[in-house]
């Protein structure tokens, strides 16, 4: 039997997310169980979207959380290099693999031609993707498109008649038609590789026996079963994940809970209560023990005891667990050194201190000045938006605003936030004074307080957009219909 290798294979394209970590760990703790090795590979060829900023974020979540590699960035396992995007020439060789089989095939069709297919495909209700309309040139003509430089792309053949078999180590048999599958893009018009194609390639190279990932990743199964077919490479073993559920059984979101693991960090939760909590997602220890460490889940994990049913991230149940954690591991000088790295980081009191010189005549004053950049959710009531040209309506509209304006912010500074408030308090119409009212109560607490834009940029993207939520919620919330009204508007105000 051939040696366990399992991975994680994230996009740097935004803040570590739960999911990130949930996956991480039972990959790591099945590799581990079985004496093998958990690969950490970065999926960075997304050129638009990946950052170094984000990949330093996810590697400092996971060794926060202590779900270390044992291959990856900075470990040479002799599988590198683990970032795909230093893994170009290798991709190259095997797509030229695929041409000359004649298994792959350049698409020419422009972004236009694809819209307006998709439109009538949907229009007339069929399944929609590619229709192989590339596959129809002569071979003469191909060669003369892309000897001029025609902008394509490589795309896979896939059958049209029959379908793919395939065994889900959770799951059992799946079928799934290859009808039902679209003909995927292999090889971006930028030279890069898609996702499908990088994946298979990587996992083959690095040997991974079993991959085991979300969900979610069902339907691309059948892609990857024809990419190893096509190479005459031996399959993994698939297992695929239940999804993470916010309590009301939907996905777990940031819209209606909080993904980032640096949320939890800011927040205070311990690392060890978090991994344990995440260990209990659709599985459970054999004598049904609630709280162990990662150690104890390692020698006891067993993918048999893996649920299919959605399992509930219930921040309530989190919170007491990890009170547990706080109350029966740690004695009073380990609490008092947890909290005090906590509390006094280095990097926070920096970006506190200029805020607070200038303003205090002792050091007792700090405490009511900047008590919030230590806080979770603030108390705050709804009389506290009270103000004589704002109601709840256009506050709760403000703080949306302000929220996806965030969001969608590339620097995270205090003169690009200021910037994107200024910009955006004109667009819709207001006073900077008063735009910025429903932002001071629901980030600070209090109408007035220090400056707000300082204030977002230390606390950062995860508890900001917790406590505008939170702000929102307490203003009576914002229903289903009234979000799409906001999202038209917003569009609207942003083109």
């Not at 394209?13 to 590799?31: Q, S, V, W």
């Not at 149940?317 to 609490?335: H, I, P, S």
């Not at 109408?447 to 508890?463: E, K, N, R």
Request: charged content about 30%; proline content about 5%.
């Amino acid at each position: 039997m051939p040696p366990v290798r399992t991975r994680i294979a994230p996009s740097p394209t935004g803040d570590p997310h739960l999911g990130t970590a949930y996956i991480a760990l039972f990959n790591r703790c099945f590799a581990h169980r079985h004496g093998g090795d958990f690969i950490l590979r970065i999926e960075d060829t997304d050129r638009e979207r990946s950052s170094e900023q984000s990949e330093r974020k996810i590697l400092h979540a996971l060794r926060w959380l202590g779900l270390d590699w044992d291959e990856g960035p900075g470990i040479d396992g002799g599988k590198g290099p683990y970032r795909q995007s230093e893994r170009s020439g290798i991709y190259s060789d095997h797509i030229r693999v695929l041409l000359e089989k004649s298994l792959a095939f350049p698409c020419f069709c422009d972004e236009k031609r694809l819209a307006d297919l998709r439109a009538e495909q949907m229009r007339q209700k069929q399944q929609p993707g590619y229709d192989g309309h590339c596959l129809g040139l002569a071979a003469d003509e191909v060669a003369k498109r892309l000897q001029t430089g025609e902008r394509h792309v490589i795309r896979l053949k896939v059958p049209r008649e029959g379908e793919c078999v395939f065994t889900d180590l959770l799951r059992g048999e799946i079928r799934i038609q290859w009808s039902q599958v679209d003909m995927p893009v292999l090889i971006k018009s930028d030279g890069l590789p898609t996702y499908h194609f990088a994946n298979v390639v990587d996992d083959h190279l690095m040997e991974i026996s079993h991959v085991i990932r979300g969900e979610e990743w069902i339907s691309s199964v059948p892609k990857h079963v024809l990419l190893y077919e096509s190479f005459g490479w031996d399959k993994p073993v698939f297992c695929h994940m239940p999804l993470l559920r916010n309590p009301d059984k939907s996905k777990l979101s940031k819209r209606k809970n909080p993904t980032s693991i640096g949320y939890y960090q800011a927040m205070g939760y311990l690392p060890e209560a978090l991994v344990n909590y995440l260990g209990t997602m659709g599985w459970s220890m054999p004598g049904g023990e609630e709280k162990f460490c990662l150690a104890e889940m390692e020698a006891q994990f067993d993918l048999e005891r893996v649920s299919l049913g959605g399992p509930i991230f219930d921040r309530e149940k989190f919170d007491w667990l990890n009170g547990r954690y706080l109350r029966e591991d740690l004695d009073d000088a380990e609490f008092a050194k947890r909290f005090a790295d906590w509390a006094f980081r280095p990097d926070l009191i920096e970006k506190i201190t200029p805020l607070l010189r200038l303003r205090v005549n002792r050091f007792s004053e700090t405490a009511a000045l900047a008590g919030y950049f230590l806080q979770g959710e603030l108390k705050i009531s709804a009389d506290d938006f009270a103000h004589k040209r704002l109601d709840p309506e256009a506050c709760r509209r403000i703080l949306q605003f302000s929220l996806w304006t965030l969001e969608s912010l590339e620097d995270w500074n205090r003169d690009a936030i200021e910037a994107c408030f200024q910009q955006l308090a004109g667009k819709m119409d207001y006073k900077i004074r008063d735009f910025l009212f429903p932002l001071f109560v629901a980030v600070s607490g209090n109408p007035v307080s220090l400056s707000v834009f300082d204030s977002i940029s230390v606390l950062g993207l995860d508890l900001t957009r917790s406590r505008l939520r939170n702000a929102m919620d307490t203003l009576g919330g914002i229903s289903g219909k009234q979000q799409k009204k906001l999202e038209k508007e917003f569009q609207t105000l942003s083109s």
